[in-house]
């Protein structure tokens, strides 16, 4: 580090470039550019390259035109963190754009900065640095959430000339002050914003505040304010914008704020005649006493009402209790009223009523969602002319939605959602051309929805009228005025045929048509829509088929609810993460019971999310790209039957928590990377088991004896891993392999059944699927693994076994005698071990025998004579010292020679012999390069 330093002032020394910028406040910038770390390189400007020493041509800094003087630092985080909804990447690129480190006190040097802006760094949780209250002649200074933690230093007291202070803070980041009495230095301050800086201990904080005559936009929101005791009377000359959101202020606070803002505190009440606030957002809080006496009833709001300024009154989230006052109808300039959430337990009438007067005139927004309402609409809500807002969401409101609704011209968004609606949507709605969201949902509405109704709403982007019992009646071929983002259609009866003009609606973002009596198969345009699309619920109808591409489909943000059908949705292109489709809706448990996901570009690994899924019976995700390991949390699947994770690149080992799933019919975990032993849990706990498949992963030791109790098994493929030690000799009790039973195929056909089902089984060198006929399969395949030992006698007791595969292991002795007693194996390979002897001749009676390898083993003698044995090509037995056919002619003259066989190594001579006889070669020659040939055999 030094050695960079002293390099970089020699630098400094040798550049003799006086353009424009102070010498020592451009060494001041490169030592604080020393200090940073600057991860995505944003001041790269910041050198002396040639071209590059004018300080005021660099990033972010702005000289004085005249003197050259430093006077701003915009060195806020340009790629601002993108809440829940931005994508990992875009969030790692905000990350990695963080300015880190240190805080050179070089700053110091810089004389004139009157702007410095650090908001959205990343400083890790160091103190906001005490000299930069010395920098006294900062006018903006924007440390928003920069990464500063611990105690807000005192110093900031000398920024005597600051007019803007930002340190709102992150509220992991634990910022505090213990006394805001510095603040009483900035007394220029006009924008003060301390959001969840914990100030708890600042009790302070009012008389402080009240100080501050500038004061205009005072931002405290979620800053754990202390109690202050009453009577308090805040100065409100200059306020404007007050936010005192989430500060879990109590009754008392609440009160002293209402009582501050009372007239029977004369000095409070003038300086209300005069405020200029518009905007008291006091929303989060818990104020719970009654609102008569701490709001309404007060005169000071009387004198609210008489002022000229039209204002907003935000009490969202406060626990306020008891009806609104008529005294409420006399604040004629309330330019929003924002309710939602207080226990107002009140008739609606009543307070369309109250506000009938001349808060109706102006009114542009009226929220009282969830204000525990109930009662009928009334006529009167015509009087509410300029309304542009109205929410009445989560109330008890019953009855019709009145004609009146129609004379609402400037209404843009209405909602009437959550409450006891009935009767029909008025014809008036057509009325309401400005409405662009429309929230009828979950109500008792009923009756037709057409044309008439909202087919002149050509503003209308959000269309939500899920959970009432609408038909919908408009014409196949109707193109809406309007282009629709959200439309919800849930329960509806749209008809059986999915609706060609929705094809016209290119904005589409979210919909829900799930159980709305669809019978159709899945168009094809339903998929043309934007790649915004975010949520499709077709769930809860009868649609069939496959689904077509989806590109949109498993974006990050997007959510698709398919259940209740009965659709395949594999050999996709879904791609990306799983986690939208199977972690949305976190809480529910979720109805479907088989998810087919195979054969997609799903990456990623398998996420955690199974708890609600415990309905499911068969899981596809075979064919993908998933990575990571099998979840322990799939032993919640208690239904699971068949479980399908093919051909992926999990990892990891087995876990044992899957003994869980007792029910487990199929269990196909081939193709990955999975590794471990093969557990002994698996013949303990999965005893209905039918299908195992392990085959190509990274397995290792024994075959557990265990597994072959397993007496349901049919399949069991364990291909291509690292298994050592012997076959075992308890394979008699595979059950299913030795007695064909045929109840044992109820449980398959329950899963095929119930809807795509498929297993896939390597059979005869090839990879075959099966469904319905799965019944009959009976395979076993340990092929390509290092198994040693013989092949037990006992295997010839599996007598419906059809494919058995022991290749390319490390078997030795006999071939047993009774192989032919398998009747019907139909393919059998022993190729690539050490397998000696004579192929024994019961082999010939394997009537079924289609597929034979037993080249490269030390087989020798006749090959045993039957329509099958001999009907393989010859390259079945090469690699051996057998003779007879269909070895070529040579072979059989060798027979001639050596019928019954038994010097394996004079055979070979032999045939060699002729050769060279037949040339004519030497027999000095011979010597010699017989032994290569022998080698590369
Ligand atoms: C300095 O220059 C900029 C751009 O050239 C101009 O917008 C600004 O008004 C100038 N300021 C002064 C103080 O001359
Ligand atoms: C600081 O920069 C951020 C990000 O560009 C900006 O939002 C904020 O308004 C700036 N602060 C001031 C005081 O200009
Ligand atoms: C703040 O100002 C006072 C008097 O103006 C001075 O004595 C003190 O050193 C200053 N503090 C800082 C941190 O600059
Ligand atoms: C009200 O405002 C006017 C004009 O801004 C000012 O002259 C008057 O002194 C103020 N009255 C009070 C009580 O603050
Ligand atoms: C509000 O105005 C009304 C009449 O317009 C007046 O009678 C009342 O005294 C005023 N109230 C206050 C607090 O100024
Ligand atoms: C195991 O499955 C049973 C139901 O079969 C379920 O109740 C239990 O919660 C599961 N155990 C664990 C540890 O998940």
Redesign the pocket.
Request: with cysteine.
């Given at each position: 580090m030094s050695v960079l330093l002293v390099l970089l002032f020699l630098s400094l020394a040798t550049v003799n470039i006086n353009e424009g910028c102070i010498e020592s406040e451009r060494q001041a910038l490169l030592m604080f550019k020393h200090d940073v770390t600057d991860g995505a390189n944003r001041l790269s400007s910041w050198s002396l390259h040639h071209g590059h020493g004018d300080c005021c041509q660099w990033d972010g800094v702005v000289c004085d035109n005249v003197t050259s003087h430093v006077l701003e630092l915009h060195l806020?985080n340009?790629r601002?963190l993108l809440d829940d909804y931005g994508s990992d990447a875009k969030n790692e690129a905000t990350e990695r754009s963080k300015l880190r480190g240190k805080i050179n006190p070089s700053l110091l040097k810089l004389t004139h900065l009157s702007y410095l802006?650090l908001?959205?760094n990343g400083f890790g949780g160091i103190p906001i640095p005490d000299f930069i209250g010395s920098i006294e002649s900062l006018r903006?200074l924007?440390l928003s959430k920069a990464g500063f933690a611990s105690l807000v230093p005192n110093q900031l007291r000398n920024l005597s000339s600051l007019e803007?202070l930002?340190l709102r803070a992150d509220i992991e980041d634990n910022l505090y002050v213990t006394d805001l009495q510095w603040l009483s230095g900035l007394s220029l301050i006009k924008h003060l914003d301390l959001s969840d800086v914990d100030l708890a201990q600042a009790s302070n904080w009012l008389q402080v505040l009240n100080a501050l005559p500038f004061l205009k936009n005072l931002y405290l929101s979620c800053c754990q304010l202390p109690q202050v005791p009453p009577p308090i009377h805040l100065k409100l000359s200059s306020l404007a914008i007050v936010d005192l959101s989430a500060n879990d202020i109590e009754n008392s606070l609440g009160g002293s704020i209402f009582h501050g803002l009372q007239s029977k505190n004369k000095l409070a009440a003038t300086s209300y005649t005069n405020t200029s606030l518009k905007h008291l957002d006091l929303s989060n809080n818990i104020f719970n006493s009654s609102i008569p006496e701490s709001l309404y009833s007060l005169d000071s709001l009387h004198a609210i009402g008489n002022m000229t300024s039209a204002i907003n009154l935000d009490l969202l989230d406060n626990e306020l209790e008891g009806p609104i006052p008529i005294t409420m109808g006399n604040l004629c300039n309330l330019k929003s009223i924002i309710f939602s959430d207080l226990n107002l337990n009140q008739d609606v009438s009543t307070i369309l009523a109250v506000l009938s007067g001349c808060v109706s005139n102006q009114l542009d927004k009226l929220d009282l969602s969830g204000c525990h309402l109930s009662g009928q609409l009334t006529n009167q809500l015509r009087n509410f002319k300029s309304l542009k807002e109205l929410h009445l969401s989560g109330n008890s409101v019953s009855g019709p939605i009145p004609i009146s609704i129609g004379e609402l011209s400037s209404l843009r968004v209405l909602k009437l959602d959550q409450n006891q609606l009935k009767g029909q949507l008025p014809n008036s709605i057509e009325k309401l051309t400005n409405l662009e969201i429309l929230d009828i949902s979950t109500n008792l509405l009923e009756g037709v929805v057409s044309k008439t109704h909202i087919g002149n709403l050509s503003k209308l982007k959000v269309f939500q009228a899920s959970k009432n019992s609408f038909v919908l009646r408009v014409s196949p071929d109707w193109i809406p005025p309007f282009e629709i983002e959200l439309l919800g259609l849930m329960s509806w009866n749209v008809g059986s045929m999915f609706h060609l003009w929705l094809h016209s609606q290119k904005h589409l973002r979210y919909l829900d048509i799930s159980g709305s009596r669809i019978s159709d198969s899945l168009p094809g345009w339903l998929w043309n829509f934007s790649s915004s699309f975010q949520y499709l619920n077709l769930s809860h109808n009868q649609i069939h088929g496959q689904i077509p591409d989806i590109p949109w489909a498993m974006s990050v943000d997007s959510v698709i609810d398919l259940s209740f059908n009965l659709l395949n949705m594999s050999n996709n292109n879904f791609s990306g993460s799983l986690s939208p489709l199977l972690c949305y809706k976190l809480k529910e448990t979720m109805g479907t019971v088989i998810l087919n996901l195979g054969g997609n570009v799903l990456s990623g690994g398998i996420p955690d999310c199974w708890l609600n899924w415990q309905n499911l019976q068969v899981i596809k995700l075979s064919n993908n790209r998933l990575n990571g390991s099998i979840l322990s949390s799939m032993r919640t699947l208690q239904s699971i039957v068949s479980l399908h994770l093919q051909k992926n690149h999990l990892s990891g080992e087995i876990p044992l928590s899957l003994n869980n799933c007792t029910d487990l019919i199929i269990l196909d975990a081939g193709e990955n990377e999975l590794h471990g032993s093969i557990p002994r849990w698996i013949g303990d706990s999965l005893r209905k088991l039918v299908v195992l498949s392990l085959r190509s992963n990274k397995f290792s030791g024994y075959i557990p004896d265990k597994l072959c109790t397993i007496g349901s098994l049919q399949v069991l493929d364990l291909v291509d891993n690292n298994l050592i030690g012997s076959i075992p000799r308890r394979v008699t009790k595979f059950q299913a392999m030795a007695k064909f039973n045929g109840s044992m195929g109820t449980a398959i056909s329950y899963v095929i059944g119930a809807g795509t089902f498929v297993a896939t089984i390597v059979m005869k060198g090839q990879m075959l699927e099966f469904g319905t006929n799965l019944n009959l399969v009976r395979s076993m395949d340990l092929s390509n693994n290092k198994l040693s030992g013989e092949i037990p006698v006992e295997v010839t007791s599996l007598f419906e076994l059809q494919t058995l595969n022991l290749s390319h292991n490390l078997l030795s002795g006999t071939i047993p005698d009774r192989i032919g007693e398998l009747r019907s194996l139909e393919s059998v390979d022993f190729s690539v071990n050490k397998l000696s002897g004579s192929i024994p001749e019961s082999m010939s009676y394997l009537t079924f025998l289609s597929h034979l390898n037993l080249s490269f083993n030390n087989l020798s003698g006749v090959i045993p004579s039957s329509t099958q044995l001999q009907s393989f090509d010859s390259s079945c037995y090469e690699g051996n010292q057998l003779c007879g056919l269909p070895l070529p002619k040579q072979h059989s003259a060798n027979v001639a020679i050596h019928n019954g066989g038994g010097g394996n190594d004079y055979g070979f001579e032999m045939e060699w012999f002729y050769f060279g006889m037949l040339y004519e070669f030497g027999m000095g020659f011979w010597s010699v390069f017989a032994p290569v040939v022998i080698n590369r055999r």
């Amino acid at each position: 580090m030094s050695v960079l330093l002293v390099l970089l002032f020699l630098s400094l020394a040798t550049v003799n470039i006086n353009e424009g910028c102070i010498e020592s406040e451009r060494q001041a910038l490169l030592m604080f550019k020393h200090d940073v770390t600057d991860g995505a390189n944003r001041l790269s400007s910041w050198s002396l390259h040639h071209g590059h020493g004018d300080c005021c041509q660099w990033d972010g800094v702005v000289c004085d035109n005249v003197t050259s003087h430093v006077l701003e630092l915009h060195l806020a985080n340009p790629r601002p963190l993108l809440d829940d909804y931005g994508s990992d990447a875009k969030n790692e690129a905000t990350e990695r754009s963080k300015l880190r480190g240190k805080i050179n006190p070089s700053l110091l040097k810089l004389t004139h900065l009157s702007y410095l802006n650090l908001s959205q760094n990343g400083f890790g949780g160091i103190p906001i640095p005490d000299f930069i209250g010395s920098i006294e002649s900062l006018r903006h200074l924007d440390l928003s959430k920069a990464g500063f933690a611990s105690l807000v230093p005192n110093q900031l007291r000398n920024l005597s000339s600051l007019e803007y202070l930002n340190l709102r803070a992150d509220i992991e980041d634990n910022l505090y002050v213990t006394d805001l009495q510095w603040l009483s230095g900035l007394s220029l301050i006009k924008h003060l914003d301390l959001s969840d800086v914990d100030l708890a201990q600042a009790s302070n904080w009012l008389q402080v505040l009240n100080a501050l005559p500038f004061l205009k936009n005072l931002y405290l929101s979620c800053c754990q304010l202390p109690q202050v005791p009453p009577p308090i009377h805040l100065k409100l000359s200059s306020l404007a914008i007050v936010d005192l959101s989430a500060n879990d202020i109590e009754n008392s606070l609440g009160g002293s704020i209402f009582h501050g803002l009372q007239s029977k505190n004369k000095l409070a009440a003038t300086s209300y005649t005069n405020t200029s606030l518009k905007h008291l957002d006091l929303s989060n809080n818990i104020f719970n006493s009654s609102i008569p006496e701490s709001l309404y009833s007060l005169d000071s709001l009387h004198a609210i009402g008489n002022m000229t300024s039209a204002i907003n009154l935000d009490l969202l989230d406060n626990e306020l209790e008891g009806p609104i006052p008529i005294t409420m109808g006399n604040l004629c300039n309330l330019k929003s009223i924002i309710f939602s959430d207080l226990n107002l337990n009140q008739d609606v009438s009543t307070i369309l009523a109250v506000l009938s007067g001349c808060v109706s005139n102006q009114l542009d927004k009226l929220d009282l969602s969830g204000c525990h309402l109930s009662g009928q609409l009334t006529n009167q809500l015509r009087n509410f002319k300029s309304l542009k807002e109205l929410h009445l969401s989560g109330n008890s409101v019953s009855g019709p939605i009145p004609i009146s609704i129609g004379e609402l011209s400037s209404l843009r968004v209405l909602k009437l959602d959550q409450n006891q609606l009935k009767g029909q949507l008025p014809n008036s709605i057509e009325k309401l051309t400005n409405l662009e969201i429309l929230d009828i949902s979950t109500n008792l509405l009923e009756g037709v929805v057409s044309k008439t109704h909202i087919g002149n709403l050509s503003k209308l982007k959000v269309f939500q009228a899920s959970k009432n019992s609408f038909v919908l009646r408009v014409s196949p071929d109707w193109i809406p005025p309007f282009e629709i983002e959200l439309l919800g259609l849930m329960s509806w009866n749209v008809g059986s045929m999915f609706h060609l003009w929705l094809h016209s609606q290119k904005h589409l973002r979210y919909l829900d048509i799930s159980g709305s009596r669809i019978s159709d198969s899945l168009p094809g345009w339903l998929w043309n829509f934007s790649s915004s699309f975010q949520y499709l619920n077709l769930s809860h109808n009868q649609i069939h088929g496959q689904i077509p591409d989806i590109p949109w489909a498993m974006s990050v943000d997007s959510v698709i609810d398919l259940s209740f059908n009965l659709l395949n949705m594999s050999n996709n292109n879904f791609s990306g993460s799983l986690s939208p489709l199977l972690c949305y809706k976190l809480k529910e448990t979720m109805g479907t019971v088989i998810l087919n996901l195979g054969g997609n570009v799903l990456s990623g690994g398998i996420p955690d999310c199974w708890l609600n899924w415990q309905n499911l019976q068969v899981i596809k995700l075979s064919n993908n790209r998933l990575n990571g390991s099998i979840l322990s949390s799939m032993r919640t699947l208690q239904s699971i039957v068949s479980l399908h994770l093919q051909k992926n690149h999990l990892s990891g080992e087995i876990p044992l928590s899957l003994n869980n799933c007792t029910d487990l019919i199929i269990l196909d975990a081939g193709e990955n990377e999975l590794h471990g032993s093969i557990p002994r849990w698996i013949g303990d706990s999965l005893r209905k088991l039918v299908v195992l498949s392990l085959r190509s992963n990274k397995f290792s030791g024994y075959i557990p004896d265990k597994l072959c109790t397993i007496g349901s098994l049919q399949v069991l493929d364990l291909v291509d891993n690292n298994l050592i030690g012997s076959i075992p000799r308890r394979v008699t009790k595979f059950q299913a392999m030795a007695k064909f039973n045929g109840s044992m195929g109820t449980a398959i056909s329950y899963v095929i059944g119930a809807g795509t089902f498929v297993a896939t089984i390597v059979m005869k060198g090839q990879m075959l699927e099966f469904g319905t006929n799965l019944n009959l399969v009976r395979s076993m395949d340990l092929s390509n693994n290092k198994l040693s030992g013989e092949i037990p006698v006992e295997v010839t007791s599996l007598f419906e076994l059809q494919t058995l595969n022991l290749s390319h292991n490390l078997l030795s002795g006999t071939i047993p005698d009774r192989i032919g007693e398998l009747r019907s194996l139909e393919s059998v390979d022993f190729s690539v071990n050490k397998l000696s002897g004579s192929i024994p001749e019961s082999m010939s009676y394997l009537t079924f025998l289609s597929h034979l390898n037993l080249s490269f083993n030390n087989l020798s003698g006749v090959i045993p004579s039957s329509t099958q044995l001999q009907s393989f090509d010859s390259s079945c037995y090469e690699g051996n010292q057998l003779c007879g056919l269909p070895l070529p002619k040579q072979h059989s003259a060798n027979v001639a020679i050596h019928n019954g066989g038994g010097g394996n190594d004079y055979g070979f001579e032999m045939e060699w012999f002729y050769f060279g006889m037949l040339y004519e070669f030497g027999m000095g020659f011979w010597s010699v390069f017989a032994p290569v040939v022998i080698n590369r055999r």
